[in-house]
């Protein structure tokens, strides 16, 4: 089979099949031949490790998977490629392809079947309009995974991957925090994929942790602190988690003060310990 980052290959090959990018289901497949080879040795994929891809496109990082790993088990929403798929990695025995939207899927059960015994690595160059629900949802099941490792968006990279305690913190870097240690791995720009979008993106890695990285008494209200605060950035966190939590401000002051948190800070000024802290706190006020 011809390279599949070849653009030639590829549009003769959608050609064949009828095949057009659909841009709801965020298609820009890879087309430049260093960038999956890195996912894949980067992100884990080795003999003796299975491998989840989510949105296989035309099979082009999913080949370099199959080729390093014991097995792939890409999930791949659009049935318009199977066709394609088919062709593209016929000469692979090790990949499966399931047709499915990956938010639907148990991936719990997914492991369970697939994967027995052996460590398991997620990797992907992810449908952009849906990166955060994805990588939640894979982190909030506590599946038994290594790693995530995956293309998104420049911009989504760095807030996923800043710390706690930063400017560029989000909700989304302390939920990223608590379950794993993320990483940059290396950028990747808008030309490497087919159709170009209109921004670059980066590779990062989420090294999943064996517990949470903060003990907290009840996780829902952990996570309801963490949007609450984050929800309008320039506030206080006196004025945005008493409206999120539903508390009067002398209350409120007093859990933040407990809680060793300044009522005048802003939300992208506190550290994931403080965020548990809080949510302790809250709970044990509820309880008192
Ligand atoms: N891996 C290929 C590559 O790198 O060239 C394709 C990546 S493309 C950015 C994203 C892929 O995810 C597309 O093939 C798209 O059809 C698929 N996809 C989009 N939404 C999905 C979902 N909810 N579940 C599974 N796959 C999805």
Excluded at 114 to 126: I, Q, R, T, Y
């Amino acid at each position: 089979m011809e390279p599949l980052t070849n653009r030639t290959v590829i549009r003769q090959v959608m050609e064949k099949h009828g095949f057009t990018f659909s841009k709801a289901l965020g298609q820009n497949f890879i087309v430049n031949p260093s960038v999956c080879p890195r996912i894949a040795e980067e992100g884990g994929a080795a003999p003796g490790v299975g491998v989840i891809e989510i949105g296989a496109g035309i099979g082009v990082l999913t080949a370099e998977l199959a080729r390093r790993a014991e097995k792939v088990v890409c999930v791949e929403i659009d049935s318009r490629l199977l066709p394609i798929l088919d062709e593209t990695l016929g000469e692979f025995t090790n990949v499966t392809i399931l047709n499915e939207d990956v938010m639907k899927v148990d991936l719990a059960d997914l492991i369970r079947r697939e994967f027995p015994g052996l460590p398991v690595v997620v990797c992907a160059n992810l449908p952009y309009y849906i990166t955060s629900p994805i990588l939640m949802s894979l982190l909030e099941q506590r599946l038994p995974i290594r790693s995530i490792t995956v293309m998104v968006q420049r911009e989504a990279a760095r807030r996923i991957c800043a710390q706690p305690g930063t400017r560029e913190a989000g909700a989304i870097s302390a939920a990223v925090r608590y379950y794993s240690e993320p990483g940059i791995l290396f950028p990747v720009s808008r030309g490497s994929f087919l159709p170009a979008p209109e921004v670059d993106s980066s590779v990062i890695r989420l090294d999943v942790l064996p517990a949470p990285a903060v003990a907290v008494e009840d996780e829902a209200l952990f996570f309801t602190v963490v949007r609450g605060a984050f929800g309008q950035r320039r506030k206080t966190v006196l004025n945005t988690l008493s409206a999120a939590l539903g508390l009067a401000k002398e209350e409120t002051r007093r859990i933040l003060e407990a809680a060793g948190v300044s009522p005048g800070a802003r939300a992208e000024e506190l550290t994931l310990p403080q965020f548990g802290a809080i949510a302790n706190q809250v709970k044990q006020n509820r309880e008192a």
